[in-house]
């Protein structure tokens, strides 16, 4: 109830006591009455100010790193080998969401990298590329477009740039922390603002700044940029599947050793792309441990 209102409810109490008390007795039920309506009254909009402020946390940026838990691997699956890809929900959520379910569903299975570019990205994920007509390759999705999932301030990206990107069509989310294109990022691959469907392109080479704010990036590549390299167009996508972090971990890095260690123990420092959950664009070599019995 409102100030307003609460001030009406009591002046007419009150005009209606001016008519009717004719004692003491009366007097003291309209006090007690008037009491009620107040405390009720401050009850209610202090319900109010908790809703409203229960609002604006909920807006709070959300931090990928502090989720890294809840993130699943894709392997895919060729020909050259398998790539792995770390799914950043908390990033993308709707957007890891939607791979993940096509994935369950053998979605991309057979379908080929339609496209390649040397020192660029390799892009795949079209299901008409399952087909004999290289015409349409590029061309298909699910037939339902979604959203981008972009914070381009995260990106930092200047509000000159941002108010260009708006007027193209773009919409943003500010309560995001997103991902730059970088080496080793999977991104969303569209026809302009919020076309995404199933296509998806990986950056093999080169940092692509000039792709941030206009491709949702939903993950980044753990294991297997070497493959990613040596991808050439059409090669077949055999199959996508999902397995956790954690497994990932226990079977690519089970000490989570990143020194090199002393005192017989040899630390062969051999990169396999792993990315920091806490720092998602920056890239740390996973090692492999091999231990010299030897006496020196």
């Known amino acids: 109830m409102g100030r307003k209102s609460r001030t009406k409810q009591i002046n007419k109490i009150q005009a209606s006591v001016d008519k009717s008390a004719k004692g003491k007795k009366t007097r003291t039920w309209v006090l007690i009455i008037l009491g009620i309506v107040l405390v009720a009254g401050a009850g209610i909009g202090a319900t109010v100010y908790k809703n409203k402020h229960a609002k604006k946390s909920d807006a709070q940026v959300i931090d990928h790193a502090k989720e890294p838990e809840n993130d699943k691997v894709a392997v895919i699956e060729t020909d050259k080998g398998s790539i792995y890809v770390q799914l950043y929900r908390s990033a993308a959520p709707f957007t890891v969401s939607n791979f993940e379910k096509l994935v369950g569903e053998n979605f991309y299975t057979g379908t080929t990298f339609h496209r390649v570019i040397s020192d660029f990205m390799i892009q795949g994920g079209d299901p008409n590329t399952k087909d004999t007509d290289p015409s349409n390759d590029g061309s298909g999705g699910t037939g339902q477009y979604f959203p981008d999932e972009i914070n381009p301030k995260s990106l930092g990206l ?41 296509q998806f392109f990986i950056i093999t080479t080169k940092d692509q700044p000039q792709l941030d704010g ?9 294991k297997g940029l070497d493959i990613a390299q040596k991808i050439t167009q059409g090669d077949v996508i055999k199959k996508i599947s999902l397995m956790g972090i954690s497994d990932f971990n ?16 040899t630390v062969e420092q051999i990169p396999v792309d792993q990315v920091n959950p806490a720092t998602p664009n920056t890239a740390i070599p996973a090692p492999t441990i091999k231990i010299d019995t030897k006496k020196k």
Do not use: C, W
């Not at 294109?181 to 991104?187: E, F, H, M, P, Q």
């Not at 206009?214 to 753990?222: A, N």
């Not at 226990?250 to 123990?265: A, D, R």
């Open 214 to 222: 206009k491709h949702t990036v939903f993950g980044h590549v753990l």
């Open 158 to 198: 200047t509000d000159e740039a941002i108010t260009a990107l708006k007027a193209q069509g773009y919409q943003y989310d500010e309560t995001r922390q997103s991902v730059k294109n970088t080496i080793g990022a999977i991104s969303m691959a569209n026809s302009g603002p919020n076309t995404n469907s199933s």
């Open 250 to 265: 226990k079977q690519f890095n089970p000490l989570g050793i990143t020194t090199s260690g002393g005192g017989g123990v």
